[in-house]
């Protein structure tokens, strides 16, 4: 497959300025690093973005993650690896990330788990940041982006 144009984000040149923002703002907000990254990973999986999948689990590898946790964020409920919060941000990342799915869009239930585990400053950084990533999912999967072929 190849990709429909060059990826949008890079052809707009103020796209990169105003991501850059958001990325400052959601990783500045007190939200373990590793927090948003499962997110990412997680919406990124939904949505079928090969770019976001492979750069995600390849910087989560570099910051650290182990395997165990990489190959298990796709079946997360189904695995002893990730903690009370880290499921509680990945179950709303899904339901953020599914928003037409259902009638109830993010159930209460959904977001009063997180609430349980996140500040409210918190809550708005990891809302941000799966916003963020559903916003580059549709860029690249829109225009067929490709992970790189060689590292």
Known sequence: MEARLTNPAGLLPDVGQA???????????????SVLELVHLRASQ????????DHGARA?????????????VAVWRETPYFTEPERAALALAEYAT?????PDAVPDAIWDEAAKHFS???????VLWIATTNFFNRL??????????NY
Do not use: W
């Open 19 to 33: 991501v850059n923002i958001l990325y400052k703002s959601a990783h500045t907000a007190g939200v373990p690093g």
């Open 46 to 53: 939904i949505n079928g973005c090969g770019p976001c999948v």
């Open 60 to 72: 989560m590898r570099k910051a650290g993650e182990t395997d165990d946790r990489l190959f298990a």
């Open 98 to 102: 599914r928003l037409a799915d259902q």
């Open 120 to 126: 409210e400053k918190e809550l708005a950084a990891i």
């Open 140 to 149: 690249n999967v829109t225009t067929r982006q490709q992970a790189p072929a």
